[in-house]
């Protein structure tokens, strides 16, 4: 994907954009291959949102781990997976951003049925909906039944962000807040890389320790469930918030999959309907740690 795909995809007017550019790639090399050998986890469904590519503060290393060590029969990309808002304000593409969309390109051509509902950061492909792309089912929002036969309502959120839908300016004035809280962040986890220490969300800290931010949260939650139950369904699944959460509320199964700027996190089927919050550094951390220990060499004599 070249630098001037993306810019024309976020700044065209909706008649101007032409999401067939965005799949031109799909035959080529990622910058990163992806390892041979890998034993991938294999889950019923996988659930990813909020990964603001096109942002310095998207974790794409992480995400391309992730993507490296798991697999499912069906992948739900929940929205705000490229940042149309920043990428209009100032372009930025690295290698890495690459490689995650050929990675989710490649999962469609090998038969992983993929399932795409833009949010309000890449709302440009809204206009696309109802469409398949390069494998790839581009929708509003999708029903996914488990395998313990629950129907969930899968859908991005911000139809339920009073501050996105009332107050557009006020979103964009938080975003530019957010951002810089996300360059500080940046900062801090490359002196906790060079101290060994694992990856830290200073801003995921920082929203937990806000009341307004956490009562705020807490609404969001309780109004997406009553929507989900308004219409007839057991659970919802979405994103949105960068909080990723399971919770029972007032009977229905409310779901958010997280992000991969702060808290790195996505959500899971199991082949039995058992659903999970996967948080990925965790998971790093303690794949580190198990790995067995290098046995040191010794000369014979």
């Not at 919770?247 to 409310?254: E, F, P, Q, S, T």
Request: proline letters at 3%; hydrophobic letters at 45%; glycine letters at 8%.
């Amino acid at each position: 994907m070249t630098a001037t795909t993306i810019a024309r995809l976020t700044t065209a007017p909706p008649n101007g954009a032409d999401i067939t550019d965005l799949f031109d790639f799909a035959a080529s090399r990622p910058h990163r291959p992806e390892p041979e050998g890998n034993q991938r986890r294999r889950y019923r469904a996988i659930w990813i949102s909020d990964v603001h590519l096109g942002t310095r503060g998207c974790n794409a290393d992480l995400l391309i781990d992730f993507l490296d060590h798991v697999d499912s029969d069906t992948m739900y990309l929940v929205g705000d997976m490229i940042d149309g808002w920043r990428l209009k304000k100032r372009f930025y593409w690295p290698a890495a951003h690459n490689d995650v969309v050929w990675r989710l390109m490649k999962r469609a051509r090998r038969g992983t049925r993929m399932v795409y509902i833009p949010g309000n950061h890449d709302e440009m492909f809204r206009q696309f909906a109802g469409l398949d792309f390069g494998g790839i089912q581009i929708r509003r929002k999708a029903i996914h039944e488990t395998a313990d036969g629950r129907r969930l309502l899968v859908l991005h959120g911000d139809e339920f962000d009073a501050i996105t839908l009332a107050h557009t300016w006020l979103a964009h004035v938080g975003d530019a807040a957010y951002t810089a809280l996300m360059g500080l962040n940046r900062w801090v986890n490359a002196f906790r890389r060079r101290a060994g220490m694992p990856y830290w969300s200073l801003s995921k800290h920082a929203k937990a320790k806000v009341k307004n931010a956490v009562a705020f949260i807490s609404r969001f939650e309780e109004v997406v469930a009553q929507a989900a139950g308004s219409r007839g369904v057991d659970g919802v699944v979405c994103g949105h918030i960068h909080t990723a959460e399971m919770r029972d509320i007032a009977g229905v199964a409310y779901y958010n999959d997280g992000d991969w700027v702060e808290g790195c996190t996505a959500l899971v089927e199991h082949h039995d309907g058992r659903m999970e919050l996967l948080h990925w550094a965790d998971e790093i951390a303690r794949r580190d740690r198990d790995a067995p220990a290098a046995v040191p060499l010794t000369l014979a004599a």
